[in-house]
């Protein structure tokens, strides 16, 4: 999703639908992807990840896409529940020597009863 | 998963004193640890990079003096907010990271919240 100002982008979604969300990442030299979820006033919390010789990748309730062509990530949630509400971030790695991780904006995920 | 923990979790100081945050990797060598600020709402930033016992990289318009970094074991890393002030209150995270080692997800401690008054 866009960036708006400071607001985080936001996704409403009952609960038992599936959730998708994406991210564009920066960098073609990128070849190492996660995706992090964040409940509020904690740290982030690995969720899948996906290298760059891949282009799909599963894990439980979770799948990881990836499109190298136009830098796109999606992390889609089967059957999301109210506690998957938090904030989701995908981070790539450039693969630098210092091993750092660039994070996208986020996504506000929110689970309706 | 491995675990990294931060301690405090929350830290209340007055203006110009100063704050030490701890992260430790209780399970794996963390050959090297992030430092991360996050404002409410917003992504998280990073701030510094450091290898163990070697000096840390920070970020363009990280002050290095304010925000000092310590990485001198395998397992820990300290930050020191110096001279804090009300525009420092912010939501500070760590992360660890082995890829030499294998480790290549970056695990992340709880967060430090801190308040500056």
């Known amino acids: 999703g866009e960036s708006v100002g400071l607001h985080l982008p936001t996704l409403s979604v009952q609960e038992g639908d599936n959730s998708i969300i994406n991210c564009a990442y920066s960098n073609s030299a990128s070849d190492y992807f996660i995706w992090y979820k964040q409940e509020s006033g904690k740290g982030p919390q690995f969720i899948i990840d996906i290298r760059s010789n891949m282009d799909k990748r599963q894990g439980q309730r979770v799948t990881v896409l990836l499109n190298k062509t136009v830098k796109h990530l999606s992390l889609q949630i089967a059957a999301t529940q109210p506690g998957d509400s938090a904030v989701y971030f995908c981070a790539e790695d450039s693969g630098g020597s210092n091993y750092k991780l660039t994070f996208g904006k986020g996504t506000l995920l929110t689970v309706n009863p | 998963g491995a675990v990294v923990s931060q301690h405090p979790s929350w830290v209340i100081c007055k203006s110009g004193t100063s704050v030490k945050i701890e992260c430790r990797s209780l399970d794996f060598q963390a050959t090297t640890m992030f430092w991360y600020r996050q404002f409410p709402k917003q992504s998280l930033m990073l701030m510094a990079t450091s290898n163990e016992g070697s000096k840390a990289t920070y970020e363009q318009g990280v002050e290095k003096d304010k925000f000092l970094i310590n990485h001198a074991s395998l397992t820990l890393s300290t930050l020191t907010v110096t001279s804090a002030h009300p525009e420092d209150s912010s939501f500070y995270i760590c992360?660890?990271?082995?890829?030499?080692?294998?480790?290549?997800?970056?695990?992340f401690g709880q967060g430090t919240r801190l308040t500056v008054v």
């Open positions: 992360s660890a990271r082995d890829v030499p080692g294998g480790v290549f997800e970056a695990f």
